[in-house]
């Protein structure tokens, strides 16, 4: 079956625009993580879900980063108000459940200037 | 909070070399552990993993790990290495009885020169 998907692939924008990131999980696939991958700075959580709440939101770096999941399946992470300090590649993963090893999407490189 | 060291940045070797990356872990309970590798251009892929049982598991590619509970540690080996594994390798730990994420290393880019 297909892997975890995320769209866009890419995305400039202007400072103080906001964007919306999408992603697609396996199928069948409960937990849904968002991190974000800045240069030299490895992966940085940002939220997890479980169908399509979100136990865990404490990765998230400001009032102005939200995501939401509906039907269990895609998810989308909002920023609003982008900085140039949110420039980073987004990743997406999904598991089977939340103890099981993540499948990572190919992530949303965003770039704000 | 739980935190992952990776205390080599950047390791460059020739073909044929063998390899060891170091990985940390700083939480004492349970761990489900976990290598992932990130070839240039590609999106990261699981390389092995640890849940339980012999700590010595085995993954793709030739590479191995070692669990020693009593260090803390989850380095990553490989007798020889070629030039197809210049990649990045990130170390992840995830821990029973907390949150249900994985917590990762900074990642230690590996260059294999021909």
């Known amino acids: 079956g297909a892997g975890v998907s995320q769209s866009p692939s890419n995305k400039v924008t202007e400072k103080g625009k906001d964007v919306e990131l999408r992603c697609d999980p396996i199928s069948g696939h409960t937990a849904l993580y968002w991190y974000r991958q800045s240069l030299g700075q490895g992966l940085e959580f940002l939220i997890y879900f479980q169908g399509n709440s979100a136990p865990d939101k404490s990765g998230l770096p400001s009032d102005r980063f939200s995501a939401e999941r509906t039907g269990g399946s895609v998810s989308t992470l909002t920023i609003q108000r982008t900085q140039q300090e949110d420039s980073a590649v987004y990743l997406c993963a999904s598991s089977y459940t939340g103890v099981t090893e993540q499948y990572f999407g190919p992530g949303t490189r965003l770039t704000v200037t | 909070a739980q935190s992952v060291s990776q205390h080599n940045h950047h390791v460059i070797l020739s073909e044929a070399a063998s390899l060891e990356l170091g990985c940390n872990y700083s939480?004492?309970?349970?761990?489900?552990l976990f290598w992932y590798v990130q070839y240039p251009g590609q999106h990261l892929q699981l390389l092995l993993k640890?849940?339980?049982?012999?700590?010595l598991v085995k993954g793709i590619k030739g590479f191995e790990a070692e669990f020693i509970k009593s260090k803390f540690s989850f380095n990553l080996r490989k007798p020889s290495v070629q030039w197809s594994d210049t990649a990045e390798y990130f170390c992840a730990v995830w821990t029973q009885g907390g949150s249900e994420k994985l917590v990762f290393g900074k990642g230690t880019k590996l260059t294999v020169n021909p």
């Open positions: 640890y849940f339980s049982g012999d700590p």
């Open positions: 939480y004492g309970g349970t761990v489900n």
